[in-house]
């Protein structure tokens, strides 16, 4: 596990090479392209490299993390559930894959579980960014500094994983619709991450929210890094449009 913890994210190049130059096609190398993928926002092919992750070596923790996250983005909870009880008969009371089932169960609208095993996950020792994101997540709507805070250590615990966790802080705030906070981590994403195209698209999103200008550089910045994703295509027609019939009404 330890050499997957060494990967780089955003543009890095495959860690694993050929003497011809090829590159080595293991664990590695597909764990790097699932990132890459993912950073991009292209969560279906990002599930296909984590999966041949688990094939080239089903004991990579990263590869069966990765799988059940992108189940999730793909709004696959109870797929995402499943893999996540698979996962834990090879890492059993594993905090961050409690996490990661705790979201799977928020998402499809079943909050006492997701309670449960968030609450379960932060039992444990060396707990990960992920499970304070989850945390946070989980208590988006108490009252209170609950999700700010846990958001906080998660990015405090990221160290050399930084840029993703500040990305993943972004997303959760978000959600939660504490827009100016989201912007300020995003914006500290994208620095670190100037090649993914969702970092790029959730800072767009946001500053959308808030109706500013620099939202159509954003989704712009996602759809040169992504041509024609129709997610960014959307999210930037409708900026568009809002802004024309804004025109519109002062005239």
């Not at 990579?60 to 893999?83: C, D, K, P, S, T």
């Not at 449960?116 to 208590?139: G, K, Q």
């Not at 615990?157 to 619709?177: C, D, F, N």
């Amino acid at each position: 596990m330890d050499r997957f913890s060494q990967l780089e994210f955003g543009d890095a190049a495959p860690q694993g090479r050929k003497a011809a130059g090829e590159p080595v096609r293991d664990a590695s190398y597909f764990y790097q392209e699932a990132t890459r993928y993912w950073l991009s926002g292209d969560y279906e092919v990002a599930l296909r490299h984590y999966s041949r992750v688990l094939e080239r070596n089903n004991s990579v923790f990263e590869g069966w993390a990765g799988q059940v996250l992108m189940l999730i983005e793909l709004r696959e909870y109870r797929e995402a559930e499943m893999w996540t009880d698979k996962a834990l008969e090879l890492f059993p009371e594993h905090p961050e894959l409690l996490a990661l089932k705790a979201i799977a169960c928020a998402r499809d609208a079943k909050k006492q579980q997701a309670t449960a095993y968030s609450d379960n996950s932060i039992n444990h020792e060396n707990l990960t960014p992920r499970v304070w994101l989850a945390r946070a997540e989980i208590f988006m709507d108490r009252k209170g500094p609950i999700c700010e805070s846990c958001i906080s250590k998660a990015v405090t615990g990221a160290g050399k994983h930084a840029p993703v966790i500040k990305l993943e802080a972004g997303r959760t705030l978000r959600r939660a619709g504490n827009y100016p906070l989201a912007i300020q981590y995003l914006r500290e994403a994208v620095q670190l991450l100037p090649q993914a195209a969702l970092a790029w698209y959730e800072l767009g999103c946001c500053q959308a929210a808030l109706g500013r200008d620099e939202a159509r550089h954003s989704f712009e910045q996602s759809l040169r890094l992504r041509p024609r994703w129709a997610e960014a295509e959307t999210a930037l027609r409708k900026f568009q449009n809002r802004g024309f019939f804004r025109r519109l009404l002062r005239k």
